[in-house]
């Protein structure tokens, strides 16, 4: 998760500092029932858990763009418990940013990876069909991630879950004292529940449909009520989504 530490009070969204701090942090939330989440996967570098990710194809996963950094080589999945001896560790091919990426605070923080092929019986989740703009005030969704449970504790194996409710744009905006454009605000504000550092890239699940990503909240804070956790809009970079699954390439 991108932790962004400083804003200015501006209508548009420009962070003066903010650090990126790998891993999983679901707070507040339980051990996600086996094999409920087939289409999770553990994003690692050199052997290590460093965000989570979600499979749309039977080559591809939607990511986090800051997750890029370390640069991740292979994803793990088929099993919630990623220590297990059964899961499946696959190479990643290549990653692809959105073109214009540069940090959490500036936004269209979202990367597809291509990995080796798998199989036409991969679970994968759906992407929204067009806009998200139906997503209702107080709607209740879900994310999910491997690792710690609060500020101070310790990483876990075990894939965790927890329910979290849309927020209002307006409001979120006014609590973070301006945004970057095409986010999603769920969770993290007038709550005891949501995401950490770490559990960036995972998806915010709502009606069995991947509307969002993981992307930042404020200042490596896990204390909630803080302010409202930010994912980005998946609806508004289908074109490009679908334009790298069908060429294979960045673009």
Not at 44 to 60: A, P, R, T, W, Y
Request: proline share 6%; glycine share 10%; charged share 15%.
């Amino acid at each position: 998760i991108g932790a962004v530490k400083l804003l200015l009070p501006l209508n548009w969204f420009c962070p003066l500092s903010y650090s990126l701090v790998h891993g999983s942090h679901i707070i507040n939330g339980e051990k996600a029932p086996v094999n409920s989440m087939q289409y999770m996967v553990s994003v690692q570098s050199n052997g290590k858990h460093v965000c989570g990710g979600f499979l749309i194809s039977e080559d591809f996963v939607v990511t986090a763009a800051h997750c890029n950094n370390p640069k991740p080589d292979l994803v793990v999945l088929g099993n919630h418990n990623i220590k297990s001896s059964n899961v499946k560790k696959i190479n990643i091919q290549y990653s692809c940013e959105f073109p214009t990426f540069q940090n959490v605070g500036l936004g269209n923080d979202i990367m597809l990876l291509k990995v080796t092929s798998l199989n036409n019986k991969v679970k994968t989740i759906p992407l929204p069909t067009s806009s998200n703009d139906n997503l209702r005030d107080g709607q209740i969704c879900s994310v999910a991630g491997w690792g710690k449970t609060g500020t101070s504790h310790h990483m876990v194996d075990d894939l965790r879950v927890v329910n979290v409710s849309i927020l209002n744009p307006q409001l979120c905006w006014e609590k973070w004292g301006g945004l970057p454009s095409n986010v999603i605000c769920a969770g993290g504000y007038d709550t005891d529940k949501g995401f950490c550092q770490g559990d960036s890239g995972g998806p915010l699940v709502c009606n069995g449909v991947a509307v969002g990503v993981v992307s930042f909240n404020r200042d490596l804070n896990c204390n909630y009520p803080d302010v409202p956790n930010v994912h980005t809009d998946i609806s508004k970079y289908l074109p490009w989504i679908n334009n790298v699954m069908k060429t294979k390439e960045c673009v």
